[in-house]
Nanobody, 122 residues
Framework: EVQLVESGGGLVQPGGSLTLSCVAS????????MTWVRQAPGKGLEWVSV????????LYRDSVKGRFTISRDNAKNTLYLRMDTLKPEDTAVYYC???????????????WGQGTQVTVSS
């Protein structure tokens, strides 16, 4: 069974930091490209970052460059997103996603976690 489970969200003041984790199971994590996607209140899904399998190349949307760092620990089947210098505009539910991995419950969808809430507010 394919599963992605995010954790690490919470309430943080502007300028603070959080690190999100996503534990994967049910597929070969080490050979799988992984992404972080977020959804702010009242807005659509917004791609945040990607880490490519093998090469481990990383990419970020412009608004988080220099503040967020995506990484992975293949031995632990875990994806991370370190978020520094957080801003109120970063408030969103953050999801990890494996675009090439099929959901077990719905084969035509890719694998997503349940999400973890990040709230940046003073």
């Amino acid at each position: 069974e394919v599963q992605l489970v995010e954790s690490g969200g919470g309430l943080v003041q502007p300028g603070g930091s959080l690190t999100l984790s996503c534990v994967a199971s049910g597929f070969t994590f080490s050979s799988t490209t992984m992404t972080w996607v977020r959804q702010a209140p009242g807005k659509g899904l917004e791609w945040v970052s990607v880490i490519i399998s093998g090469s481990r190349r990383t990419l970020y949307r412009d608004s988080v460059k220099g503040r967020f760092t995506i990484s992975r620990d293949n031995a632990k089947n875990t994806l991370y997103l370190r978020m520094d210098t957080l801003k109120p505009e970063d408030t969103a539910v953050y999801y990890c996603n494996a675009p090439a991995v099929r959901s077990t419950i719905c084969r035509r969808a890719s694998a997503w976690g349940q999400g973890t809430q990040v709230t940046v507010s003073s």
